[in-house]
Nanobody
Framework: QVQLVESGGGLVQAGGSLKLSCAAS????????MGWFRQVPEKEREFVAA????????HYADSVKGRFTISRDNAKNTVYLQMNSLKPEDTAVYYC????????????????????????WGQGTQVTVSS
């Protein structure tokens, strides 16, 4: 049974930082591209960041580029999202997700930024940024 468990969310003031973690079990972690997504009520889930199987390449939404950093530790089956310079508009439920990548691509593809293409999802963690 595959499980993705996020942690590290909370309440922070604008300009502050948070680091999210997502611990995976029940899958061969290094065979999956990992992504972070976020969602606010009544809006579509949106792409935040993704990282290739080896961690050698990453891709970010324009709205978080330069502020957020995705990383992974395949020995610990964990993916992280370091969020700096947080803004009130970053407030959302953040989800980690996994998509199988049998081709072991060097880069994140457009398809790997689309939520419906992901195989597994965590339960989400709330991030609230106060102004």
């Amino acid at each position: 049974q595959v499980q993705l468990v996020e942690s590290g969310g909370g309440l922070v003031q604008a300009g502050g930082s948070l680091k999210l973690s997502c611990a995976a079990s029940g899958l061969t972690f290094s065979s999956y591209v990992m992504g972070w997504f976020r969602q606010v009520p009544e809006k579509e889930r949106e792409f935040v960041a993704a990282i290739t199987r080896s961690g050698g390449s990453t891709h970010y939404a324009d709205s978080v580029k330069g502020r957020f950093t995705i990383s992974r530790d395949n020995a610990k089956n964990t993916v992280y999202l370091q969020m700096n310079s947080l803004k009130p508009e970053d407030t959302a439920v953040y989800y980690c997700a996994a998509v199988s990548d049998s081709s072991n691509g060097r880069w994140i593809t457009i398809g790997q930024t689309i939520p419906k293409n992901y195989d597994y999802w965590g339960q989400g963690t709330q991030v609230t940024v106060s102004s």
